[in-house]
Nanobody
């Protein structure tokens, strides 16, 4: 099993940046591919980004491509989400999640482990 704890959320003006972190417990962090999802009030949880086990491949939702970067440090057992050029529509609770799937997936159901979430609010 893996336990995930997000941090780094907050309030930022449009055009600003934030870096989210997700710390994982356990010795098998590198066994999991990792993802970031977000959920805005009244909306379904949506995929943001995915990174494979080694950190060598990542893919993104179209809505964040070119603005967000996912990365991981398998020594520190941490996955990051660097968010630049933030927009008010990026406002949401952001969750990191872990999957044992070998297929890069945007499906929340494929991720078996979730953090508690961190709030990101972007003001206009």
């Amino acid at each position: 099993q893996v336990q995930l704890v997000e941090s780094g959320g907050g309030l930022v003006q449009a055009g600003g940046s934030l870096r989210l972190s997700c710390a994982a417990s356990g010795r098998t962090f590198s066994s999991y591919a990792m993802g970031w999802f977000r959920q805005a009030p009244g909306k379904e949880r949506e995929f943001v980004a995915h990174i494979n086990r080694s950190g060598g491949r990542a893919y993104y939702a179209d809505s964040v491509k070119g603005r967000f970067t996912i990365s991981r440090d398998n020594v520190k057992n941490t996955v990051y989400l660097q968010m630049n050029s933030l927009k008010p529509e990026d406002t949401a609770v952001y969750y990191c999640a872990a999957t044992l799937s070998w297929i890069a997936t945007a499906q929340a159901g494929e991720y078996g482990y979730w953090g508690q979430g961190t709030q990101v609010t972007v003001s206009s």
